[in-house]
């Protein structure tokens, strides 16, 4: 089974920040790596598919970068609604998330 | 717009069999493009992929839960279920039907959940 982990597991960020979330793959998994945001009690968001292409309506301050086993999601400016977890998921072996990364007020 | 939604009972006794069902409205469970998947998230917790059906009947189970699961379709329903067996308090989290978008790409095909249902808690205690 492919691991994934994500650094850090949680952030305090201010309205305006850079953010920058890691996921790292157990072994290569090319850029078979999709990218989710999740508020609370609600389902999960797609926002990157394929490591780096932005699905359709998300706001082009997010970004996603990485091929092999590393990646990363940016958000460029980061705004209120973008206060949320995010999770990265792999698809080259079956499917599976990583542990989440929670982005809070500062 | 496609659109899910989850039914099912909110509570199972423990060692019984799980059963939910995702209803799809204004999408068909019969277009090749897509499959269909469960993923379950226990309270305050990471995400979970159980597992994806096909409209054919093809299924992909996680290997953890692949001896508990059995995930079927009704094309004539446009619906598709979940049964996870033996279940225990472990089970306990909120479970998600999803559709499962199939890119073409090279080596094989990129898989991600486009659309997801709004989730349904489902419980086990006795």
Known sequence: ?106 | QVQLQESGPGLVKPSETLSLTCTISGGSVSSGSYYWGWIRQPPGKGLEWIGYIHYSGGTNYSPSLKSRLIISVDTSENRFSLKLSSVTAADTAVYYCARILRRPKVPMELYYFDYWGQGTLVTVSS
């Open chain 1, 1 to 106: 089974d492919i691991q994934m982990t994500q650094s850090p597991s949680s952030l305090s960020a201010s309205v305006g920040d850079r953010v920058t979330i890691t996921c790292r793959a157990s072994q290569s998994i090319s850029n078979y790596l999709n990218w989710y945001q999740q508020k609370t009690g609600k389902a999960p968001k797609l926002l990157i598919y394929g490591a780096s292409s932005l699905q359709s309506a998300v706001p082009s301050r997010f970004s996603g970068s990485g091929s092999g086993t590393d990646f990363t999601l940016t958000i460029s400016s980061l705004q209120p609604e973008d206060f949320a977890t995010y999770y990265c998921q792999q698809s080259y072996s079956n499917l599976s998330f990583g542990p989440g990364t929670k982005v809070d007020i500062k």
